[in-house]
């Protein structure tokens, strides 16, 4: 089966450790994970990991359930690239020493990117977006000279309703 | 059993008592009924020791020879009583050693917690004496593992793990506890774990599914069942007896399931798989509908999947969703505990008999007897076959003895020729193949069934791996009989050397010691059989010993087990030969 882009979610109990279980299950299976996000959920006390991979479906689907039946993950799920909302944010430290102002503002302007902090010798930009979004903008700051440049891990967000609440309410989890 | 739990009730849900942790431990391990556990000491887990010490009229602990013999005794306890096993061990290299034992217990299910000390919290992470990270190292091979840095928190923490580790489908747990955690004192109080909220040990039975199961097996021609472990974990063998006999179906077992069904029974076909027998492998691909019934289907049951039972609808009984599509296509999957789901299965079922299709079966195995039991069971080479020594100890034992194989031919050997009469009666280690696990699981299963006799039939190699748990069987006086079947090679490997290597014979050839020697250095009465005529006499002492035995025979150094479906191969490619 072809390899695409999968959202996988994860809602856990906030214990130590848990995260290399859960990252374990991936490395068991050779997959590499493109991103990884751990914040809170919409549940109280609920963590939740956000994880990217470019793998198969169906390999997936497995790797979801070996996830599911860790004792401490409340429930997993994925999604495929056309379900999910999401969005990832960059930050670009750009040396502004040789930089044309009118030239840096227009990029700045037309890639819908703000100016979060402005130096002496440099500005750090931010741009939320996808992953293409944010490759874009950093393509056409590379030549003013990039100090720095990091991106965030995906965050993701169902299309469809999804009250995950209740979806693990119904399964007895919560 | 009364008793046993009167003593469990002195311990629960009692007035909170100020105590240590290391107390707390020994005291949790008796609220959950743990009469024997294996371990050995160190300086992280001398605190609990002192404890045992001073608890060694209430629980017996058993000081192995090495941490590895300490897990294989626990699980060893575990198979053959469905109770959990319990192995201790001190920090870093004792907490290692355990590894191997507790990724067996994962793959083949079964219910242990082990307890190791840790340096005290704060020395975590400074690279202290005999420290190791093994919350991290076991996290991959454990159902559930959790680090404890205070003492207060150890009654629950235990108290789920021994509710995780035989709940459900079963599994290893470990306990990891900081020195500082074991010394701290504290308000006690033991309640037993009953739910954990991200856990659902069993899924719902859903009555569509097992009406879906019950309609495809009506309106089969060419039924056949294939039961695991799961059969024996859920205590399902009566129903499941009942299951097959209404409805016909010839039945084939796993290594793990051995046992569960008498093998003398009319619809058991054999075991599935690599060296399985001729007829259930050849006809997984002719049957119509094949029913899973607590197993996973394995490598080394399915052969090549793209050539597996293509032609079957496939049911799958199974407590963990996991298992479910999981390397085969399930048509009907259905969830739940198997003594339930079987339970609820049988009342819909049609009586069937399936005589002409049960005849198929009879007729390969007449053709497999011919080829292959014939010349294993009663060999007419001067050289000693294993399967005759199973067979002598099959007529010894009339199948009453729990049999306790390691990894390798005599393995296939043993579970392909013993016959067992008993549930819980085949100790193996199945999906990690862990040679040295059988002469340390056999302590541990006559240790829990003390009234049963316990043969441990193990291979010159893994012999060697685990030899110094003579020690505990010489010090703890467990009454094991042991027999290694000595070909002077590692026997498998040698095999697939032949096969497939061209004959290049690397590293498998064994020169031993004097087992004799050894087995009489630890006061274990031995005997040596290398002629055919002696060997009814030497096992029927063996069998008379009240004490441990220990029986060497010296076998043909070069047979190969037959039937084999090379790796690769369908299992319909099945060989004899």
Same mark, same amino acid.
């Given at each position: 089966m072809k390899k695409q882009l999968i959202t996988v979610s994860i809602y856990t109990e906030n214990f130590i450790g848990l995260l290399n279980r859960v990252t374990t299950i991936f490395t068991k299976r050779h997959v590499n994970i493109e991103s990884i996000t751990a914040s809170k959920s919409e549940i109280e006390n609920v963590h939740r990991y956000t994880i990217l991979v470019e793998e198969s479906e169906n390999l997936i689907e497995k790797i979801v359930k070996q996830l599911e039946k860790q004792i401490d993950v409340v429930g997993a799920f994925y999604h495929l690239e056309d379900q999910t909302i999401f969005q990832e944010i960059a930050l670009y430290k750009v040396d502004i020493e040789n930089v044309c102002e009118s030239k840096f503002k227009e990029i700045i302007s037309v890639n819908h990117a703000q100016i979060v902090e402005i130096e002496k010798k440099f500005v750090v930009v931010e741009k939320t977006g996808t992953k293409a979004d944010t490759d874009a903008l950093y393509n056409e700051l590379k030549p003013f000279g990039l100090m720095q440049f990091v991106r965030s891990g995906r965050v993701a967000i169902t299309k469809q309703s999804m009250n995950i609440s209740e979806i693990l309410h119904n399964n007895k989890k919560i | 059993m009364e008793t046993q739990i009167v003593k469990q009730n002195q311990y629960l849900e009692q007035p909170k008592e100020r105590i240590s942790g290391s107390e707390a431990v020994v005291r949790c391990l008796l609220a959950e009924g743990v009469d024997v556990l294996y371990g050995y000491p160190g300086g992280a887990i001398m605190p609990v020791y002192d404890e045992l010490y001073k608890y060694q009229d209430k629980i017996h602990h058993v000081l192995t020879r090495h941490e590895q013999g300490a897990t294989h005794a626990a699980q060893g306890y575990a198979r053959i009583s469905g109770k959990v096993g319990v192995a201790i061990a001190t920090s870093g290299p004792g907490a290692t050693n355990l590894i191997t034992g507790i990724a067996d217990a994962q793959i083949d299910s079964t219910p242990m917690v082990c307890i190791t000390g840790q340096v005290a919290s704060h020395l975590l992470g400074t690279d202290a004496f005999q420290e190791t990270d093994i919350i991290g190292i076991s996290t991959p091979v454990t159902k559930w593992n959790c680090q404890v840095t205070k003492a207060s928190e150890i009654p629950e923490v235990m108290a789920k793990a021994f509710y995780i580790a035989q709940s459900g489908r079963p599994g290893p747990v470990l306990v990891d506890i900081t020195k500082d955690a074991q010394f701290e004192e504290f308000d006690f109080q033991y309640k037993k774990c009953k739910n954990i909220r991200s856990y659902i040990p069993i899924p719902n039975t859903k009555k569509s599914s097992v009406e879906?199961?019950?309609?495809?097996?009506?309106?089969?021609?060419?039924?056949?069942?294939?039961?695991?472990?799961?059969?024996?974990?859920?205590?399902?063998?009566?129903?499941?007896?009942?299951?097959?006999?209404?409805?016909?179906?010839?039945?084939?077992?796993?290594?793990?399931?051995?046992?569960?069904?008498?093998?003398?029974?009319?619809?058991?076909?054999?075991?599935?798989?690599?060296?399985?027998?001729?007829?259930?492998?050849?006809?997984?691909?002719?049957?119509?509908?094949?029913?899973?019934?607590?197993?996973?289907?394995?490598?080394?049951?399915?052969?090549?999947?793209?050539?597996?039972?293509?032609?079957?609808?496939?049911?799958?009984?199974?407590?963990?969703?996991?298992?479910?599509?999981?390397?085969?296509?399930?048509?009907?999957?259905?969830?739940?505990?198997?003594?339930?789901?079987?339970?609820?299965?049988?009342?819909?079922?049609?009586?069937?008999?399936?005589?002409?299709?049960?005849?198929?079966?009879?007729?390969?195995?007449a053709i497999e007897f011919e080829e292959v039991i014939q010349k294993d069971l009663n060999p007419t080479k001067e050289g000693l076959s294993m399967g005759e020594v199973l067979k002598e100890i099959n007529k010894q034992t009339k199948g009453e003895a729990a049999i306790v194989s390691d990894v390798g031919q005599h393995q296939m050997i043993a579970c392909r020729y013993a016959e067992f009469k008993n549930t819980r009666s085949n100790i193996t280690s199945g999906g990690l193949g862990t040679m040295g696990f059988a002469l340390p699981a056999a302590i541990g299963a006559k240790m829990a069934a003390p009234d049963r006799e316990v043969v441990a039939i193990i291979g010159d190699g893994g012999y060697q791996m685990t030899i110094q748990e003579l020690g505990t069987i010489f010090q703890s006086k467990v009454p094991v009989k042991? =027999?290694?079947?000595? !070909?002077?090679?590692?026997? #498998? &490997?040698?095999?697939?050397?032949?096969?497939?290597?061209? *004959?290049?014979?690397?590293?498998?050839?064994?020169?031993?010691?004097?087992?004799?020697?050894?087995?009489?250095?630890?006061?274990?009465?031995?005997?040596?059989?290398?002629?055919?005529?002696?060997?009814?006499?030497?096992?029927?002492?063996?069998?008379?010993?009240?004490?441990?035995?220990?029986?060497?025979?010296? =076998?043909?150094?070069? !047979?190969?087990?037959?039937? #084999? &479906?090379?790796?690769?191969?369908?299992?319909?490619?099945? *060989?004899?030969?």
């Open positions: - | 879906a199961a019950a309609n495809l097996i009506n309106n089969a021609k060419k039924p056949m069942i294939i039961w695991g472990q799961g059969v024996i974990l859920g205590g399902a063998e009566e129903e499941f007896k009942a299951v097959i006999e209404k409805a016909g179906i010839p039945s084939a077992w796993t290594i793990m399931g051995a046992s569960a069904l008498p093998t003398a029974h009319y619809l058991n076909i054999g075991m599935v798989g690599m060296h399985g027998n001729y007829a259930p492998n050849v006809l997984t691909n002719q049957c119509d509908i094949l029913i899973a019934i607590g197993m996973r289907f394995d490598d080394r049951v399915t052969g090549d999947l793209n050539r597996y039972a293509k032609q079957a609808k496939i049911i799958h009984f199974e407590i963990d969703t996991a298992e479910v599509d999981k390397n085969v296509k399930t048509d009907v999957a259905v969830l739940g505990d198997a003594k339930e789901s079987l339970k609820e299965l049988l009342p819909l079922l049609k009586t069937n008999k399936h005589t002409k299709w049960h005849q198929k079966f009879k007729d390969l195995y042991i =027999v290694v079947l000595n !070909n002077e090679f590692l026997g #498998m &490997v040698r095999q697939w050397q032949q096969l497939f290597f061209e *004959k290049r014979y690397a590293s498998t050839e064994m020169t031993n010691p004097d087992f004799i020697t050894i087995a009489k250095g630890y006061h274990i009465e031995a005997t040596r059989v290398t002629k055919r005529e002696e060997l009814a006499d030497a096992v029927s002492n063996m069998i008379a010993s009240k004490d441990a035995y220990f029986l060497e025979v010296c =076998v043909e150094k070069e !047979n190969n087990v037959f039937p #084999m &479906v090379p790796s690769g191969a369908s299992v319909s490619e099945v *060989k004899l030969r």
